[in-house]
T-cell receptor, first 113, second 113 residues
Framework: DTGVSQNPRHKITKRGQNVTFRCDPI?????LYWYRQTLGQGPEFLTYFQNEAQLEKSRLLSDRFSAERPKGSFSTLEIQRTEQGDSAMYLCASSFGTQQPQHFGDGTRLSIL | KQEVTQIPAALSVPEGENLVLNCSFTDSAIYNLQWFRQDPGKGLTSLLLIQSSQREQTSGRLNASLDKSSGRSTLYIAASQPGDSATYLCAVRPNGANSKLTFGKGITLSVRP
């Protein structure tokens, strides 16, 4: 069990650029979740996958956001045409089934200049 | 819509004190409740998971209780240490197939040597 791994740890980009984050879940975990956390707030749910199927998307996930989990392994979260309001910590979590706890990675901190 | 509240937002205690962190939620139709620890700039570390049918869970110096009918949970930390300084978040998962977590804003704990 190597834990949930997220890359990069930090991303600084100019407004309007596209960015992509990667999440490698704990092996054998079939569920993968993306959350966003801004300063002083708890994480907010964005989307989740069961294997390769994306089962739910939050209203926070505008059409500039897209997430994939090809082959049910790692996942990517892409933000197109970034805006100042996208600055946040993007957290990935995984779990095995619904009764087990969600385990989080260290997140990717996105800063928009 | 589920809302999770953690009050106070910050707490400072001397080393060795036993303390209780509170969490309340508005919708009692939860599947489970999870307590997390977050160190500055880091992801979330799962501390305890309580299923809706359980009343409490213990791990080392930590004990979490759940009163689903009143919409409350507490995290008890015995004999606090400076290393316990962190932000503690609680999160609830609703009943049904949806496994997204709704978080509180967290309580930032400082344990003074």
């Amino acid at each position: 069990d190597t834990g949930v791994s997220q890359n990069p740890r930090h991303k600084i980009t100019k407004r309007g650029q596209n960015v992509t984050f990667r999440c490698d879940p704990i092996s054998e975990h079939n569920r993968l979740y993306w959350y966003r956390q801004t300063l002083g707030q708890g994480p907010e749910f964005l989307t989740y996958f069961q294997n390769e199927a994306q089962l739910e998307k939050s209203r926070l996930l505008s059409d500039r956001f897209s997430a994939e989990r090809p082959k049910g392994s790692f996942s990517t979260l892409e933000i197109q045409r970034t805006e100042q309001g996208d600055s946040a910590m993007y957290l990935c979590a995984s779990s095995f089934g619904t009764q087990q706890p969600q385990h989080f990675g260290d997140g990717t901190r996105l800063s928009i200049l | 819509k589920q809302e999770v509240t953690q009050i106070p937002a910050a707490l400072s205690v001397p080393e060795g004190e036993n303390l209780v962190l509170n969490c309340s939620f508005t919708d009692s139709a939860i599947y489970n409740l999870q307590w997390f620890r977050q160190d500055p700039g880091k992801g979330l570390t799962s501390l305890l998971l309580i299923q809706s049918s359980q009343r409490e869970q213990t791990s080392g110096r930590l004990n979490a209780s759940l009163d689903k009918s009143s919409g409350r949970s507490t995290l008890y930390i015995a004999a606090s240490q400076p290393g316990d300084s962190a932000t503690y978040l609680c999160a609830v998962r609703p009943n049904g197939a949806n496994s997204k977590l709704t978080f509180g804003k967290g309580i930032t704990l400082s344990v003074r040597p």
